[in-house]
């Protein structure tokens, strides 16, 4: 989870020195919806981590218990 808030404090960040606001809320609607996506695509991204590393978990458990 600390991943997941890290990256998307540095995208907010980068977003509002990018379109010069100081929140999102800010933004045109056009600029909001890129900022929603690229947190959709953040939190994405770690849920595909987090998955890959339940797998490997998994994995290696089952290979360890035969």
Same mark, same amino acid.
């Given at each position: 989870? &600390?991943? &997941? =808030? ?10 509002? *020195?990018?379109? #010069?606001? =100081? =929140? !999102? =809320?800010?933004?045109? !609607?056009?600029?909001?919806? *890129?900022? %929603?996506?690229?947190? %959709? ?18 994995? #290696? &458990? *089952?290979? #360890?218990?035969?």
């Amino acid at each position: 989870m &600390a991943k &997941a =808030d890290r990256l998307s404090s540095e995208w907010f960040y980068e977003f509002c *020195e990018k379109y #010069g606001v =100081d =929140d !999102p =809320d800010e933004a045109t !609607p056009e600029q909001q919806e *890129e900022y %929603d996506e690229a947190l %959709d695509a953040i939190h994405a991204s770690i849920l595909e981590e987090y998955a890959a590393e339940l797998t490997e978990k998994s994995k #290696g &458990a *089952e290979e #360890g218990s035969t």
